[in-house]
């Protein structure tokens, strides 16, 4: 299947500080991006989609960026606080008829 | 305000059985995803449906896999003579339009004993 990984990356933050998850996409053509946060026992929720046409979009709170140089997406989450904790998903639909292909997920977590 | 719903929440059944699992996408939804995902890993693709016909069904990971979606609305996975390997959570999302925000369900949590 596409996008399964074995074991998911951590990432330890303490609580306060800023918070930056990085993700490679697939497919230089893709033209929609999302991010996901997945918290245990639901389904992933959105957070922050860019377009390819631009580079970086601010949200509250976080912040994604776009580098199709190098096919790299990342999502800032300013000030992080315990309720971040979750595993967080970086997504792309290549065209406008396409399915959602998701990466691996990183899973972020929070120190006291 | 409603959101995709999927039933039943959890699912134990015995090796070798049928399962039917259920999606409710949001109301006028036009696309519906089919996601698996088994535990502490990625989101695995089935299938999805744009209307009522599935463009997709590349994810599929075998013919005891179908999927059909009635009145452009709700979504039936059925997964026949389960094995224990088809133990995962199986998600189910919707959007808009095609190629849009993926709004997703809690999932169906589906144990095979």
């Known amino acids: 299947g596409e996008s399964v990984g074995l074991h998911l990356p951590t990432l330890s933050v303490q609580e306060g500080d800023n918070s930056i998850i990085n993700c490679a996409y697939s497919n230089s053509a893709s033209d929609y991006f999302i991010w996901y946060k997945q918290e245990s026992g639901k389904g992933p929720q959105f957070i922050i989609d860019i377009r390819s046409n631009m580079d970086k979009r601010q949200g509250q709170r976080v912040t994604v960026l776009l580098n199709k140089t190098v096919k790299h997406l990342s999502l800032q989450i300013a000030a992080t606080q315990p309720g971040d904790s979750a595993v967080y998903f970086c997504?792309?639909?290549?065209?406008?008829?396409?399915?959602?292909?998701f990466g691996k997920g990183t899973r972020l977590h929070i120190l006291p | 305000g409603a959101g995709v719903s999927q039933s039943p929440s959890n699912k134990v059944t015995e090796k070798g059985k049928d399962v039917e699992l259920r999606c409710d996408p949001i109301?006028?939804?036009?696309?519906l995803y089919w996601y698996r995902q088994s535990l502490g890993q990625g989101l695995e693709f089935l299938i999805y449906?744009?209307?009522?016909?599935?463009?997709?069904k590349s994810g599929l990971p075998s013919d005891r896999f179908s999927a059909e979606r009635t009145g452009g609305s709700v979504s039936t996975l059925t997964i026949q003579r389960t094995q224990q390997e088809d133990s995962a959570v199986y998600l189910c999302?919707?959007?808009?339009?095609?190629?849009?925000?993926?709004?997703f369900g809690d999932g169906t949590r589906l144990s095979i004993l």
């Open positions: 109301s006028g939804h036009t696309a």
């Open positions: 449906f744009q209307g009522n016909s599935a463009p997709d």
């Open positions: 999302a919707s959007s808009l339009v095609q190629g849009g925000k993926g709004h």
């Open positions: 997504a792309e639909i290549p065209n406008r008829d396409d399915k959602i292909i």
